[in-house]
């Protein structure tokens, strides 16, 4: 400060002008002033947010009364229900951080999670509970909370722990005067990644960017106000995306939803009037390829998308169903997306194959992350804007993570030269847009060439027969690797691996095109994203599970 400027001498910071930024003030201000509005669905329950709100103070209270505090980790292991939604909010009321945990994980994982986060409370969904027992055990906890939730839409499991979720409940005050963060750097949640290479990291968010990325979403989206939401997204899942959060600064309607089939989806949106969701690519090629009787609904929706580019075609069937779809792009260290393709009015004047290209790239930042570029990462220099050099692709800002937990050489690699490296490769276009290409562990270099095999799946996606498609580099002799596509078809139809070759052929370059096809179903991760770990082991070793039929066509002589 220097206090002999003229803005700076007298004018100090208090209570009266300054607060540190906190998604809690959104369900305090929307609880106020819409108590009687509907806040949670879930099967025949309805809460308000008076009422929501009141739930929330009371289990904050009752953690408090039991000893957690400033920094203590508090873990659920849930469904998109009810409790899961509240622990965003009282989990932070009572000055905890929140762990969602991975539902698809194993015990061991569960048990690592559990342990890296030193927790003192688990709250664990009924369906998780023989899972959890078995995590809690090897984790070597001793003296772990554990408190059971009881939920109607999940018959089965068993009690676990020493207390239910509606025994803290009736422990705790509702009219709890909970504080908010003395400092908005303070820790909200801790979300791990997969750990497909070792042990999972877990990824520190922050008051400050937790409340700006909610807040982004809500205003890159143009969500009108009261806006329904269903829970198709994980919520443990980079926070379901910060948008527990930005429904209740959007005094929305969360719908809860335990499984994420297509029944249930349509029904849901036809009968609750749903407006909004998120989900990964894989989900919408579900509902895009579900039976025309489900896909009957007369209001507009509008789902939001990120992972991997979604396919062309997959774009083109939401939107001739009715369903606008937005893609946006981040990762778990930048708070789930904060990236957006935002769309411009005068690309609705393009062919649909056109709008659908458009719209899979990645875009601009959103309006909480503060710069975001491609550039080489050995130098730093950014890629020149002509959408063909590729480049890693770099954020800075307040969505961008404090660091890993306990893993100062895994933070300091991933923040250096003041941004955050994504390990992601893409490509700048001339309007300011990005466009991934690949991860970097995931590009094939055939013949000294790179093959984004994003690319290549678009194309494949294009093929009639084709239900799901991944592509992943297959070790060769000639050409060091080259690229091999997994593809599960469609209910009814055939195809062989010569004529998917050979359609791939026609619309792109040769060396691009597959050299061998593996058929059968694709793995996936818990929020619908490919494994290619696991496809890139069954490419090297096809005899070990490679898939029901494979077919390799020799085209190492064809290199255009």
């Not at 790179?450 to 992943?472: F, G, Q, R, T």
Request: glycine share 8%.
């Amino acid at each position: 400060m220097d206090l002999h400027s003229i803005y700076d001498a007298s004018l100090e910071r208090g209570a009266a002008n300054f607060e540190a930024l906190s998604p809690l003030s959104f369900v305090a201000r929307t609880a106020h002033i819409y108590p009687e509005f509907p806040a949670i669905i879930h099967g025949d329950l309805r809460l308000t947010w008076g009422e929501s709100y009141a739930r929330m103070r009371a289990v904050a209270s009752a953690l408090v009364q039991r000893g957690i505090g400033k920094n203590d980790t508090v873990s659920i292991i849930a469904a998109n229900i009810p409790e899961m939604f509240e622990a965003h909010f009282a989990v932070p009321m009572a000055g905890a951080v929140l762990n969602t945990i991975n539902t698809r994980l194993d015990a061991e994982a569960i048990a690592f999670t559990l342990a890296h986060a030193e927790a003192k409370v688990v709250l664990v969904d009924p369906e998780f509970s023989e899972l959890v027992a078995r995590a809690i055990h090897m984790s070597g906890l001793t003296d772990l909370l554990v408190v059971d939730i009881e939920d109607a839409s999940f018959e089965g499991g068993h009690r676990i722990g020493a207390l239910t979720y509606a025994d803290l409940l009736a422990e705790g005050d509702p009219a709890f005067d909970w504080a908010g963060p003395a400092e908005e750097w303070d820790a909200i949640s801790l979300n791990y990644t997969s750990g497909t290479t070792g042990n999972p990291k877990g990824v520190v968010y922050h008051h400050r960017g937790a409340y700006l990325n909610a807040i982004s979403q809500i205003m890159t989206w143009g969500m009108p106000h009261h806006a329904r939401y269903l829970w198709t997204l994980p919520m443990f899942h980079c926070n379901g995306w910060c948008f527990p959060w930005a429904i209740a600064a959007n005094a929305g309607v969360c719908i809860c939803l335990r499984h994420v089939r297509a029944e249930p989806i349509f029904q849901l949106i036809r009968d609750e009037k749903v407006s909004h969701f998120c989900c990964a690519p894989i989900i919408l090629n579900m509902l895009a390829n579900a039976p025309a009787a489900l896909q009957a609904f007369d209001h507009e929706v509008k789902a939001m998308t990120a992972g991997a580019s979604p396919p062309a075609a997959v774009l083109e069937k939401m939107e001739a169903m009715g369903i606008a779809v937005t893609h946006v792009y981040g990762l778990t260290e930048t708070y789930g997306p904060s990236v957006v393709c935002a769309w411009k009015d005068d690309w609705n004047a393009l062919p649909p194959d056109q709008r659908a290209t458009r719209k899979a790239r990645q875009g601009v930042r959103n309006l909480g992350l503060g710069d975001l570029m491609v550039a080489n990462p050995d130098t730093m220099v950014p890629v020149p804007a002509d959408g063909t050099t590729l480049g890693e692709v770099f954020m800075r800002g307040n969505v961008v993570m404090k660091g890993y937990l306990k893993n100062p050489s895994a933070t300091q690699k991933s923040l250096r030269g003041g941004w955050f490296a994504s390990g992601d490769l893409g490509v700048l276009h001339g309007d300011g847009y990005i466009e991934l290409k690949d991860r970097s562990k995931d590009i094939i270099i055939s013949g000294g060439e790179n093959i984004s095999s994003i690319e290549v799946e678009d194309v494949l996606y294009k093929h009639p027969a084709i239900l799901e498609a991944a592509v992943v580099a297959r070790p060769d002799e000639t050409w060091g690797e080259t690229p091999c596509a997994f593809v599960d078809l469609r209910a009814g139809e055939t195809a062989s691996a010569a004529e998917i070759i050979a359609f791939c052929r026609e619309r792109m370059a040769h060396f691009k095109a597959p050299k061998a096809v593996i058929f059968g179903p694709l793995p996936k991760t818990s929020t619908g994203k490919i494994q290619k770990f696991v496809l890139r082991e069954r490419a090297r070793h096809p005899e070990q599970g490679g898939g029901s039929a494979a077919a390799t066509q020799d085209l190492s002589g064809t290199t255009a």
